[in-house]
């Protein structure tokens, strides 16, 4: 016999289809249809932060990457994958990275306990403290600090974004692609946008543009 907490699962997807046929009959069948989403999300694995219902989207409106403490990795093709479909199959105009305060992958950056394969790609965070150490240094407070590297690390992965080749060719061809970074607040549902910002080449430092072949 199957847990009680997975049989509920089964029982709960059948009411929340009854729910959504309940206020709209044709809802399934205009998803079955195809998906134009306006936003790829790019977040963080913890279950804490579900991407569409902290922003109040429905099913087909926010296309979803995440990963742990919500990193965009160059040599992640699985992340490259998502992007590119997003931005050249999909045509979305605005791609959000929205790290969280209390992140346990930015946790573990902070401090020198190994966690195996995890290890590897926590270093990615150690290296946006590394950027920032001259900020983060200053800061005795340890929540502030953790704080502080949640943020950081958020607004390094809209950089790293900003630098692919695939967001630079959609800005060549003058594609509407506009990128953001957040922070969302697990303890008070509230999102802060952290006012960095990218819709074009010219907002990078030169040596990071890419020339059109």
């Known amino acids: 016999m199957k847990p009680d907490f997975y049989k509920s699962l ?17 809802f399934f ?15 963080c694995s913890d279950s804490r932060v579900p991407a569409n219902e902290i922003i109040g989207a429905q099913p087909g409106e926010v296309f979803v990457h995440r990963n742990i403490a919500n990193m965009v990795v160059h040599s992640d093709m699985n992340m490259l994958s998502v992007l590119d479909y997003a931005v050249n199959v999909l045509k979305i105009k605005h791609v959000i990275v929205c790290g969280h305060y209390g992140c346990g992958g930015v946790q573990a950056a902070l401090g020198n306990k190994s966690y195996g394969l995890v290890d590897n790609w926590i270093r990615n965070i150690r290296d946006v403290y590394r950027q920032h150490q001259d900020d983060l240094g200053r800061i005795e407070d340890e929540t ?41 607040g697990v303890g008070t549902g509230i999102v802060k946008d952290l006012d960095v910002n990218f819709s074009c080449n010219s907002q990078l430092e030169e040596f990071y543009r890419l020339a059109a072949v």
């Open 10 to 26: 089964i029982e709960n997807n059948k009411a929340w289809v009854q729910s959504k046929l309940d206020l709209d009959p044709e």
């Open 29 to 43: 069948k205009r998803l079955e249809k195809g998906q134009q989403p306006p936003l790829l999300w790019i977040g």
């Open 144 to 184: 502030e600090l953790f704080d502080r590297l949640v943020e950081y690390n958020t607004m390094e992965q809209v950089y790293n974004l900003a630098k692919t080749s695939i967001v630079q060719s959609a800005w060549e061809r003058r594609q509407d692609l506009n990128l953001h970074g957040w922070v969302y």
